[in-house]
């Protein structure tokens, strides 16, 4: 199991378009990855689990991922918080 917080920096949070991008990357990894935002966690893979999770910019969230690819997965996911999905 592996695991990063990273505060979101994108003016939508994960909504509609970040999140539908943000499903696409995680469903490249076999990991399971999960999303947790004060103590509520969401399936990373299922867009519909991510958006019910409301969140927004400057809130912090947890990714953690179990499995072989477990590393690769919360990193390449933390890298695209961090480019703020590429809106800038």
Do not use: C, W
Not at 78 to 85: A, M, N, P, R, T
């Amino acid at each position: 199991m592996y695991s990063e917080s990273i505060e979101i920096q994108n003016k939508t949070g994960l909504h509609s378009r970040p999140a539908a991008i943000f499903v696409q990357t995680a469903t490249k990894f076999k990991s399971d990855i999960t999303i947790e935002k004060d103590s509520k966690q969401a399936n990373a893979k299922s867009i519909l689990s991510l958006l019910s999770m409301g969140v927004s910019m400057g809130n912090t969230v947890k990714i953690t991922a179990v499995g072989e690819d477990e590393n690769q997965a919360v990193a390449t996911l933390i890298e695209l918080i961090q480019s703020k999905f590429k809106e800038e």
